[in-house]
């Protein structure tokens, strides 16, 4: 079966001809877009000659998410332990990650290339990337476990002594003295690892939550629940091997607190235990393992009291001992997912296998403080639908309106707000699911639907009440990854589909060889590639946001737009409908000549001077007189010009003597008489 999607690759010479030959409709297809420009100021794609983000469905746009200058280390840092995450995607498109990189302008501080947690943010000016472990110049790799869903905290495992109430680090000792903290930008961290004893383990490992699942946290990391061997409360652990189980959820208070599965009489607090889940308001789900008579049943330590060693206000699991898997809790916390061999409800066939469950917390007074939980607390949600083998849980919607399980007879879905399960396929060998934020659609990978006469695995839209749609299929049996492997282990969601169904995105691994690829498949039956045409390398989804799938995040090694200055080296970036920024401008230099002269200065005006001050003239050069053309004055003219100034007197007296000492000095000369 031969797709548009598979078309276009085999004929993209002819394609790109024809996109030459045809510019007036290249034109109208470009006036549609009202970021067009900016789509334009991308890069040039060598292998199309034109723009990178100019092919993108939907007016998107490539944006640079991580810094666009880190000294060429990768973003995300490849890394990490355990259930480290080296880069996390929240539903409102806060992106972040780890990094070795000391990028200017994020407030980074230069440890020696010590992995750091970095959070980018969407401006209007551009994405804003601040380092969050820029609290000191001591070395050690700060590990992200967790974020915040509205992008406003996130929680770290770190060596660094980040706080004063932390006095077990050993410095910069980057082995030894680990610890959780909450960092919310502007706010001092928060020391979540922390009680009344201090930590004296040499190295506390942390741990929580089922196998491949996510920190237990709430959604705004108010409260955090961790397994450690450390000591932090009195009494302590019994065994020095032991986990224990705490809870900080009280961030006045500054303490993390003991959870013990033990019985309302004990002393000597918790064996062990395993931890799953914490609620909203800090009450926490886990298992005892402890080896007492409550072994292998699964608890909500919860009530004003819940903080206290020895209590414990409801048993969710039957009687019998490691029955009960736990799956997941509801993102409001409202309701927890088990699947048991003891029946929990009354409608439940004693003589089938396990069922799947939904207890409602919210009606924890219709549960027993001991004992099994009764109906109408609990749901049994695969229940006349779970085959021969029983349910397998694949998940819940963001908004947490519907859960998935598959089952030998099928793939079905539970409607929470109004209690119907509808199945979906029948295919049964659907391992994993996507779904859109609502839950009203799901994309899963299935080799066994009649319209697939290949019997390749490919991706399928499922919709309860609906045929099932074919997304992708081809006469090669390509990998479709709905699921990334991160470098460290553990998974990310490596693709999406819209809330109205009319988009997928996912990951595409050609079977005749070449680069991974990013495909975006739309309900009119196209399918266009969102990773740049004609590239060698490997791209791959970091996540997606927004319920129409507005924001597509992925990892690049080629600069796509012009403020990447990481030519080669990974970063992450962000396919964006209506998108993209503008090129920062350069400084002009229109009207330089090639050696530009300085310019003149202009005199002085007659404004500069001031008024008040006159000069007086120098007195004569006496040393040497000027020469003079003009007649020297007679005597009877310097006689005339005397008279005249005495007449000027007012005085009778001083003009007569005025007048006698003129005619005097400037009058005839009489001879002497012989």
């Not at 601040?130 to 495992?157: C, F, V």
């Not at 004296?200 to 450690?228: H, I, R």
């Not at 749609?469 to 999406?496: Q, W």
């Amino acid at each position: 079966m031969t797709t548009p999607s598979n078309i276009s690759r085999l004929f993209l010479p002819v394609l790109l001809l024809l996109a030459c030959l045809l510019p007036t409709s290249t034109a109208l297809a470009a006036e549609a877009c009202p970021n067009e420009q900016l789509r334009q100021e991308s890069r040039v794609n060598p292998a199309t000659g034109q723009p990178f983000s100019t092919h993108l469905p939907d007016c998107r746009a490539y944006e640079l998410v991580s810094p666009a200058e880190t000294a060429g280390l990768p973003v995300p840092a490849p890394g990490g332990e355990g259930i480290a995450k080296p880069a996390l995607v929240t539903t409102n498109g806060t992106v972040f990650f780890t990094s070795e990189a000391t990028p200017a302008g994020t407030g980074a501080i230069a440890t020696g290339r010590f992995l750091e947690v970095f959070r980018s943010r969407r401006t209007a000016t551009g994405w804003e990337t601040r380092d969050l472990t820029a609290l000191g110049s001591e070395p050690g790799n700060s590990y992200l476990l967790s974020a915040a869903e509205d992008g406003s905290a996130a929680l770290i495992d770190t060596p660094l002594t980040l706080s004063s109430e932390d006095v077990d680090n050993p410095g910069v000792n980057v082995s030894e003295g680990n610890d959780l903290y909450v960092l919310r930008e502007g706010l001092p961290p928060l020391l979540v690892s922390h009680g009344e004893v201090p930590n004296t383990s040499t190295y506390p490992q942390f741990y929580g939550g089922p196998v491949d699942g996510p920190f237990p946290t709430n959604a705004d990391l108010s409260a955090v629940g961790f397994e450690t061997t450390a000591f932090l409360q009195r009494p302590a652990l019994n065994s020095t091997t032991s986990n224990g189980c705490y809870v900080w959820a009280d961030e006045a208070s500054r303490f993390a607190y003991l959870i013990s599965p033990e019985g309302p009489t004990s002393e000597a607090g918790v064996s062990n235990c395993n931890l799953f889940a914490v609620l909203p308001d800090g009450q926490a789900i886990m298992e005892d393992t402890s080896g007492d008579a409550y072994t292998g049943k699964i608890f909500v330590s919860g009530g004003s009291a819940h903080y206290l060693v020895g209590t414990r206000t409801v048993q969710l699991s039957g009687e019998t001992p490691f029955a009960a898997r736990f799956d997941a809790i509801s993102p409001d916390g409202g309701v927890a997912y088990l699947t048991t061999t003891d029946k929990l409800t009354k409608e439940a066939d004693a003589e089938s296998g396990p069922e799947l469950y939904a207890i409602n917390l919210d009606a924890s007074a219709g549960l027993h403080q001991q004992g099994p939980p009764e109906f109408p607390a609990v749901t049994c949600i695969s229940c006349g639908y779970d085959g021969n083998s029983g349910p397998t849980w694949l998940g819940q919607s963001t908004d947490g309106s519907h859960a998935f399980f598959s089952t030998s007879d099928g793939l079905w879905t539970w409607n929470r707000p109004t209690g119907e399960v509808s199945e979906l396929s029948s295919a049964t060998d659907v391992a994993k699911v996507v779904s859109s934020q609502n839950g009203e659609f799901v994309i899963g990978v299935t080799s066994q639907l009649a319209d697939n006469p290949h019997g390749t695995p490919d991706v399928y839209e499922f919709a309860a009440n609906q045929p099932a749609k074919l997304i992708t299929s081809g006469t090669s049996a390509d990998t479709f990854a709905l699921f990334a492997e991160t470098p460290v282990g553990g998974e990310y969601v490596a693709s999406g589909v819209s809330n109205d169904g009319d988009r997928v995105v996912y990951n595409l691994a050609p079977a005749e060889g070449g680069s991974e690829i990013i495909d975006e498949w739309t309900s009119s039956g196209q399918t266009v590639q969102i990773s740049p045409l004609g590239s060698t390398t490997n791209y791959h989804i970091r996540g997606t946001a927004g319920g129409e799938l507005e924001n597509i995040f992925f990892e690049a090694n080629n600069p796509l737009v012009a403020q990447d200055l990481n030519a080669g080296t990974t970063d992450i970036y962000d396919a964006r409908t209506d998108g993209g920024f503008p090129v920062p401008a350069e400084p002009s230099n229109e009207g330089q000549t090639p050696n530009p002269t300085a310019p003149s200065i202009p005199a002085y005006s007659g404004n500069l001077t001031v008024p008040s001050i006159a000069l007086a003239s120098l007195p004569a050069d006496t040393a040497n007189p000027p020469t003079s053309t003009a007649k020297p004055l007679t005597r009877t003219q310097k006689l005339e010009r005397a008279l005249k100034r005495c007449r000027k007197e007012k005085s009778k007296a001083k003009r007569q003597r005025c007048d006698t000492e003129a005619k005097t000095k400037y009058g005839t000369k009489t001879k002497e008489k012989k």
